[in-house]
């Protein structure tokens, strides 16, 4: 962690007064349309990208950093609506709300059994004989439209309140016929193991011998139904729908893949140790698939589609990035491979974060201290991985993201993960926005209850910080005790956007004040996003915001 002393005499720029705070208090509390009425760069828009790490950056080449939170359906119809009162809402009032805390993304989850629910149950002879696949007859395009118009309607939605939406292809211990979600029933093949659902927590089936086999036959694709080409179709017709949409920001091929009984048949590779299943399932079978950062080659069983499925989304969509994740279960997805012809410039590596000390009842820590120990060693970990995958267009690594996190109502501890998250530079998302009456998780992971109102752990998540940044962030850190933001980045004038940064809302009588060194403020007082504009190439700047009115001098 870098201390930043702030001497009164270097400091050139302030804004607040009594006035202004109140100007800021209507800012906060009218929401979308104070963002609308930002210009254009203040917020971050259009496509990103995955250069040279650990960032991820936009078109003009700034630093960008993405908060905000999960939101996925869980149940049939297994997509959200912007119709309000139903159970599963995700309409203006949430994205307005969402907005207003300052959150730029939602990871919005898609589910494979809405898009090709198909017909029959599990083990069906037709679908699950091994063999060559073939088609199955299950696709239906007027089903899987209207579910994509579903989706799009959300996405715009939270596009028109300046949030993008990652495109997340959801599933927990495989299928509802497990009491979880993602695969439809009939893409369900067990090999000849009972379908059962163990008792007690969801979690409990990931040990169950008939969810095993139904991951290793989805990734080894050996059975007649073929259920990764079909997941692939399904893919296919997502990323075709929204290739075009400006707030899209990408795709997660597949939550917290599990290959369980692939690590047990993986072999080490000069030291590292990979899931086959999970691998071949990104980079395909066509022969050129090799390990990012080491140009070693992977076989795949020829079963398995050609093209992996990180090729294929990048192939349809040349505007949006792609953000696989690794192995669930083990250490064996630390290795990733993709085809040769991939741009890499658009694959960000993604992970979640959990602790084991918490309830399996509430989520919430049975230890404090070593829920937050484990989770920053966790941090600290996938930040150690990241440059394992350098290449000639990642050089320094690909940026990395932490999609999932939190799942507690405990705002002591939100508020030692977003520190610690924060003080790393990583991009996240919470764990999750509003329970959905959610039959993998519990009522204490939303931001939003049931009952409509915000957890205790909301005011950890909206802390100032860095949206976007106009040079190479050197620190930024957040004090969570006074609620004063330092930040200091070497400038870049070749940049023409703002430096952005969403300010903590705080109450009238408090507003808060700038101080800036280097550079020039260019927002309005009291502004919900202060924007700084360079005024010198390579110049040092320094940033800081507290509560308060502005005095003469810090």
């Known amino acids: 962690?870098?201390?930043?002393?702030?001497?009164?005499?270097?400091?050139?720029?302030?804004?607040?007064?009594?006035?202004?705070?109140?100007?800021?208090?209507?800012?906060?509390?009218?929401?979308?349309?104070?963002?609308?009425?930002?210009?254009?760069?203040?917020?971050?828009?259009?496509?990103?990208?995955?250069?040279?790490?650990?960032?991820?950056?936009?078109?003009?080449?700034?630093?960008?950093?993405?908060?905000?939170?999960?939101?996925?359906?869980?149940?049939?119809?297994?997509?959200?609506?912007?119709?309000?009162?139903?159970?599963?809402?995700?309409?203006?009032?949430?994205?307005?709300?969402?907005?207003?805390?300052?959150?730029?993304?939602?990871?919005?989850?898609?589910?494979?059994?809405?898009?090709?629910?198909?017909?029959?149950?599990?083990?069906?002879?037709?679908?699950?004989?091994?063999?060559?696949?073939?088609?199955?007859?299950?696709?239906?395009?007027?089903?899987?439209?209207?579910?994509?118009?579903?989706?799009?309607?959300?996405?715009?939605?939270?596009?028109?309140?300046?949030?993008?939406?990652?495109?997340?292809?959801?599933?927990?211990?495989?299928?509802?016929?497990?009491?979880?979600?993602?695969?439809?029933?009939?893409?369900?093949?067990?090999?000849?193991?009972?379908?059962?659902?163990?008792?007690?927590?969801?979690?409990?089936?990931?040990?169950?011998?008939?969810?095993?086999?139904?991951?290793?036959?989805?990734?080894?694709?050996?059975?007649?139904?073929?259920?990764?080409?079909?997941?692939?179709?399904?893919?296919?017709?997502?990323?075709?729908?929204?290739?075009?949409d400006p707030w899209v920001v990408g795709y997660d091929p597949m939550n917290e893949p599990l290959s369980l009984q692939a690590s047990r048949l993986d072999t080490g590779d000069k030291g590292r140790v990979y899931a086959i299943g999970l691998s071949c399932l990104y980079a395909g079978s066509g022969g050129d698939a090799q390990e990012i950062g080491t140009g070693d080659t992977l076989s795949c069983p020829k079963t398995v589609p050609s093209q992996g499925l990180i090729e294929l989304l990048l192939s349809i969509d040349p505007n949006h990035l792609v953000f696989p994740e690794i192995d669930n279960a083990t250490d064996?997805?630390?290795?990733?491979?993709?085809?040769?012809?991939?741009?890499?410039?658009?694959?960000?590596y993604n992970f979640h974060d959990y602790c084991p000390q918490r309830s399996g009842v509430?989520?919430?820590?049975?230890?404090?201290?070593?829920?937050?120990?484990?989770?920053?060693?966790?941090?600290?970990?996938?930040?150690?991985?990241?440059?394992?995958?350098?290449?000639?267009?990642?050089?320094?690594?690909?940026?990395?993201?932490?999609?999932?996190?939190?799942?507690?109502s405990d705002p002591t501890l939100a508020d030692m993960l977003v520190l610690d998250a924060s003080t790393l530079g990583l991009s996240w998302a919470w764990w999750s926005w509003r329970y959905y009456d959610d039959p993998t998780g519990s009522s204490a992971e939303a931001v939003i209850s049931a009952e409509n109102r915000y957890s205790p752990i909301v005011g950890a998540l909206t802390h100032t910080h860095v949206v976007a940044v106009a040079g190479s962030l050197l620190t930024a850190q957040f004090g969570q005790a006074t609620g004063d933001f330092t930040m200091v980045y070497v400038s870049n004038t070749s940049i023409a956007a703002p430096t952005t940064i969403f300010v903590t809302p705080t109450s009238p009588k408090i507003g808060y004040c700038a101080y800036v060194k280097g550079a020039r403020i260019t927002s309005k007082p009291g502004a919900a996003y202060l924007t700084i504009d360079n005024t010198s190439q390579g110049a040092t700047v320094v940033v800081r915001i507290e509560p308060g009115h502005c005095v003469s001098s810090l």
């Open 332 to 348: 064996h997805g630390k290795t990733l491979f993709v085809a040769t012809s991939t741009d890499l410039t658009r694959v960000v």
């Open 1 to 244: 962690m870098i201390a930043v002393v702030l001497g009164a005499s270097t400091l050139t720029s302030c804004s607040s007064t009594s006035d202004q705070a109140q100007q800021y208090s209507a800012t906060r509390s009218s929401g979308i349309e104070s963002l609308a009425g930002m210009e254009r760069n203040t917020y971050v828009n259009g496509p990103l990208s995955s250069k040279g790490g650990p960032f991820i950056t936009d078109r003009f080449g700034r630093i960008v950093t993405l908060h905000g939170v999960n939101a996925v359906y869980k149940r049939a119809p297994y997509t959200l609506t912007v119709q309000p009162g139903r159970p599963n809402t995700l309409g203006t009032q949430d994205a307005a709300r969402i907005a207003a805390l300052g959150f730029n993304v939602v990871r919005l989850g898609v589910i494979w059994a809405g898009l090709e629910p198909g017909t029959g149950g599990p083990n069906q002879p037709a679908i699950c004989t091994p063999g060559t696949p073939h088609d199955p007859g299950m696709w239906n395009q007027q089903t899987a439209t209207a579910y994509l118009a579903q989706v799009q309607k959300v996405v715009d939605e939270l596009g028109r309140h300046h949030i993008y939406s990652l495109i997340d292809m959801h599933q927990d211990i495989y299928s509802s016929v497990f009491s979880g979600e993602g695969a439809p029933a009939w893409a369900v093949c067990t090999s000849g193991n009972p379908v059962v659902v163990y008792p007690g927590r969801w979690s409990n089936n990931y040990s169950n011998p008939a969810v095993d086999a139904s991951f290793q036959n989805f990734f080894n694709n050996s059975v007649v139904g073929g259920p990764q080409n079909e997941n692939q179709r399904a893919w296919t017709a997502v990323a075709t729908q929204l290739r075009s």
């Open 362 to 408: 509430t989520g919430n820590p049975t230890s404090l201290e070593s829920c937050s120990d484990t989770e920053l060693v966790q941090m600290i970990r996938q930040e150690q991985l990241r440059p394992l995958y350098k290449n000639v267009t990642q050089p320094q690594g690909p940026a990395i993201m932490m999609t999932e996190f939190g799942a507690t």
